[in-house]
C-alpha cells in the first residue's frame, strides 16, 4: 500500500473541481490547513472572502476545450464539480449527462496531457440504486433509478477505464448523505438539512416514505472530507471506496435527534404513499477503515452544530425529492 501513498501535505498542488460548492468549500479549506496549494476550476465565480492563496479558474466542464484552458499543473485533482441534485436529473436530464458524464470524460481527457499523481472522483452512493443488503459493500450490484445516478456510475466508468487503458491514477469515492454547514437550500436534497430547516422555522417536518423503515448513512461533511483525503493519501488507484459512517438511522430517529439538540420536540409529518424510494441506505466502509479511516462527528454533534449556524429562521428547503415526472414536463433540448 505504501507505493501509493500521495500525500497531502505542504508543497503539494491540488486542483479541485467544483471547490466554491458545498462539499469542495469544505474541501479547499481542509487542504490549505494541510498547506497544500489549491486551485479551484468552477463554473461559478469565487466567492467573496476567498482566500487570497487560493487560485480560481473559470470552467464550463461541458466544454473540452474551457476544459484544456483552465488546467493547470497539479499533483493531485479532486473531481467534484456537477449537478448533484436528483430532482434536477428528473427535471434535466440532458443537463445532468452533459454536465456530470460527458464534462468527466472532458477533464480525464484533458488530464491526460499532463497526468498528475492521483485523481479523486466524488461518485454517490445512489449508483447502487435498491440496496439488496445492508450494510452495502463496494461490490453491491449497480442498477441506478435516477438520471443523476445514471450520470454518476457513467462518470465512474469513464475514471475506471482512463485508469485501465492510460494509467491515469484514480480513485473513486461513493458519498452517502452528506450534510453540514454550507449546503444551499434550493438544491440541498438530504434529509438532514431539510428537517433541521423546517424545525427551525417552527413548522412541521415533511417526511418521504415510512419514517421507519427508511433509514440512511449520514455523514458530516467534514468527516466526508476527511475519508476523500484518506482515499487520495492511501488509496489503491482502480479501487472504489464508500465514504459514510457504517451507521443507519431512521427518518423518525434523525427527527428525534434534531428535536432533542434544539430542545423542542420535532413535530414529524410522514407522506408514507410514496413507496418507490431506497430503504436501509447504509455504506459497508471496512475497506475504507482499512485505510485508517475512522468517523470523527457523532450525528448529534454535527446537527447541533449546524442548527447553530443556521440560526432561528433559516431559509426553508425548496427541492422536494422526485423521482418521476410525466415525461411532457422533462427538459430533453440543449441547455
Ligand atoms: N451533497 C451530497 O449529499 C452528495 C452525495 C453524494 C455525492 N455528492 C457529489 O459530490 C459532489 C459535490 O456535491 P455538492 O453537494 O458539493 O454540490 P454543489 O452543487 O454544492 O457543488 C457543485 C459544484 O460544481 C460546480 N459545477 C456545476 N456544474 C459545473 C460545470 N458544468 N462546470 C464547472 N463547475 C460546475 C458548481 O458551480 C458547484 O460549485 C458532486 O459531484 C455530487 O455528485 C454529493
Known amino acids: 500500500m505504501t507505493d501509493h501513498v500521495v500525500p497531502l501535505t505542504t508543497g503539494t498542488r491540488a486542483i479541485v473541481t467544483g471547490g466554491h460548492g458545498f462539499v469542495g468549500s469544505h474541501l479547499v479549506a481542509a487542504l490549505r490547513r494541510r498547506g ?18 487560493v487560485g480560481h479558474r473559470p470552467v464550463d466542464l461541458r466544454d473540452p476545450a474551457s476544459v484544456r484552458a483552465a488546467l493547470v499543473p497539479a499533483d ?16 434535466r436530464p440532458r443537463f445532468d449527462f452533459e454536465t456530470n458524464a460527458e464534462g468527466t470524460f472532458n477533464l480525464f481527457e484533458a488530464l ?29 450490484p449497480l442498477r441506478p433509478f435516477l438520471p443523476y445516478a445514471a450520470s454518476k456510475l457513467a462518470g465512474e466508468h469513464i475514471a475506471e477505464s482512463m485508469c485501465e487503458s492510460y494509467g491515469l491514477p484514480t480513485v473513486i469515492g ?20 431539510q428537517f433541521v430547516r423546517w424545525h427551525l422555522n417552527g413548522r412541521p417536518i415533511p ?17 466526508l472530507v476527511h475519508g476523500l483525503m484518506t482515499i487520495t493519501e492511501r488509496g489503491t488507484p482502480g479501487e472504489v471506496y464508500n465514504l459514510g459512517t457504517g451507521s443507519e438511522t431512521s ?30 441506505h447504509v455504506a459497508d466502509i471496512a475497506k475504507l477503515r482499512a ?6 462527528v457523532p450525528l448529534a454533534e454535527g446537527i447541533a452544530d449546524l442548527a ?3 440560526g432561528e429562521d433559516p431559509e426553508l428547503p425548496s427541492n422536494p425529492a422526485v423521482f418521476h415526472r410525466p415525461p411532457t414536463l422533462v427538459e430533453t433540448g440543449r441547455s
Request: negative net charge.
Open 251 to 280: 427518518l423518525r430517529e434523525l427527527a428525534d435527534i434534531v428535536g432533542r439538540v434544539t430542545g423542542r420536540p420535532a413535530d414529524l409529518h410522514c407522506d408514507d404513499e410514496v413507496l418507490d424510494d431506497s430503504y436501509r
Open 207 to 223: 417526511a418521504v416514505g415510512d419514517a421507519d423503515r427508511k433509514t440512511r448513512d449520514f455523514a458530516h461533511v467534514h468527516d
Open 308 to 310: 447553530r449556524t443556521l
Open 76 to 91: 493531485v485533482v479532486f473531481h467534484l464539480a456537477g449537478n448533484a441534485s436528483g430532482t434536477i436529473s428528473v427535471d
Open 174 to 193: 461513493r458519498a452517502f448523505t452528506i450534510y453540514g454547514p454550507g449546503e444551499d437550500p434550493r438544491r440541498a436534497g438530504g434529509e438532514v438539512s
Open 112 to 140: 491526460l496531457d499532463e497526468p498528475p499523481r492521483r485523481v479523486t472522483y466524488l461518485s454517490s452512493a445512489m449508483v447502487y440504486g435498491r440496496p439488496e443488503c445492508t450494510p452495502m459493500p463496494e461490490d453491491h
Open 36 to 53: 497544500v496549494a489549491v486551485t479551484v476550476l468552477d463554473v461559478v465565480p469565487p466567492p467573496a472572502g476567498l482566500p487570497a492563496d
Open 291 to 296: 485505510l485508517g479511516y475512522r468517523p470523527r
